[in-house]
């Protein structure tokens, strides 16, 4: 016998949402991880800058043992920000023909909301896909995060959410990449030294425009250069999708990748992912951040039969309507935050 059911009530497009593929984000990808997801409003996390371990002591014999501190880290609490894009239909929206809907044999209404409805939870998942980005990408860059949230009025003119995570590991060189006499094999390993000494392990490195062809262009950096990507004096770039480029490995054997994409961002101006002349250093096994997410409450029903929804979830959609107007709408709720494994676990290098 078949079951009715109405495939946008929350549960199901809930379950719809869990078995999506991911949104490809390079930026979260190389060097952010998932975190946990709280049943709270905030999330306690272990805040960690650097770490020295020292040298054990030498004891008389006899002695028994010394005690030694525990250092490098201490508890810390941080809020999340609520994402949540909607997208409404209307009477408008399902009268008429899609587009690429077949002239003949065309849909009716219902058909059509429910191929909008569809269409829309995948669109306002990767709208939320690319604020998570757009986070982990401020935490790297500039080690804090000045968030101006939207009210029904529009977007707030100074930030309210604030987080400053004290990053320092910032590398510039005393001679730019893109001018004579410039040192580049030597600031990279500057730049790798100083990620040891916070204790990553970097193996990748992603550059902004420019900042490769200015390597190429360097005779002693080549000189240098691991030849696996190397054929017949030529680099075989290698393009990964979204504007990434793999250019192959320096003489340290950690990974060079191109970051030439670009995103809208909330002025709706477009910007660069990884600005011209920046690079970010880090681990793709010691990930530099980690992204947690925090309970997501929501109220249904009406009058006296309305009631609070926990959602321990990391993103949850929503069905909404108005009969006065003639809309149905989708929203998509998510409440992110993100925060450094290891203040010092990255380095951020302005090269040109």
């Known amino acids: 016998m078949s079951v009715l059911f109405d495939m946008f009530k929350t549960t199901v497009m809930l379950k719809a949402v869990e078995l999506m593929p991911r949104v490809y984000t390079f930026l979260s990808d190389t060097f952010g991880e998932e975190g946990d997801t709280f049943a709270d409003d905030t999330a306690t996390y272990d805040y960690r800058k650097g770490a020295s371990t020292g040298l054990a002591p030498i004891v008389v014999p006899g002695t028994g043992g010394i005690p030694t501190s525990r250092e490098g880290y201490e508890m810390r609490q941080i809020k999340f920000c609520e994402m949540a894009p909607e997208r409404i239909v209307t009477l408008e929206d399902i009268s008429v023909r899609m587009f690429g809907e077949k002239v003949l044999g065309a849909m009716t209404p219902e058909q059509r909301a429910k191929k909008i409805m569809a269409r829309d939870l995948t669109y306002l998942r990767q709208l939320n896909q690319n604020r998570r980005n757009w986070l982990v990408r401020e935490v790297l860059l500039k080690g804090k995060t000045a968030i101006r949230r939207y009210t029904r009025e529009g977007?707030?003119?100074?930030?309210?959410?604030?987080?400053?995570?004290?990053?320092?590991?910032?590398?510039?060189?005393?001679?730019?990449?893109?001018?004579?006499g410039a040192k580049i094999d030597?600031?990279?390993?500057?730049?790798?030294?100083?990620?040891?000494?916070?204790?990553c392990n970097p193996d990748v490195m992603v550059m902004g425009r420019g900042v490769f062809e200015c390597m190429m262009e360097n005779s002693k950096f080549t000189q240098k250069l691991d030849m696996r990507n190397v054929d017949l004096g030529e680099i075989n770039s290698k393009y990964k999708g979204q504007?990434?480029?793999f250019r192959g490995y320096n003489s340290d054997g950690v990974a060079m990748y191109s970051d030439h994409g670009k995103f809208i961002n909330d002025d709706r101006q477009i910007e660069k992912e990884v600005p011209d002349g920046w690079i970010i250093l880090g681990s793709t096994k010691d990930k530099a951040v980690k992204v947690h997410h925090g309970i997501i409450n929501k109220v249904k029903g009406q009058g006296e039969n309305s009631e609070w929804h926990s959602y321990v979830k990391k993103e949850v959609?929503?069905?909404?309507?108005?009969?006065?107007?003639?809309?149905?709408?989708?929203?998509?709720?998510?409440?992110?935050?993100?925060?450094?494994?290891?203040?010092?676990?990255?380095?951020?290098?302005?090269?040109?």
Do not use: C, H
Not at 330 to 350: A, E, F, I, L, Y
């Open 155 to 180: 977007r707030e003119k100074e930030p309210t959410l604030f987080a400053d995570f004290g990053f320092t590991n910032n590398y510039i060189p005393a001679i730019k990449w893109n001018q004579a």
């Open 186 to 199: 030597y600031d990279m390993e500057a730049a790798f030294d100083l990620a040891y000494e916070g204790l």
């Open 243 to 245: 504007g990434i480029r």
């Open 317 to 352: 959609p929503f069905r909404f309507g108005s009969e006065d107007n003639d809309v149905v709408g989708t929203r998509m709720v998510s409440r992110p935050t993100v925060v450094p494994n290891n203040v010092d676990g990255w380095v951020v290098m302005k090269v040109l």
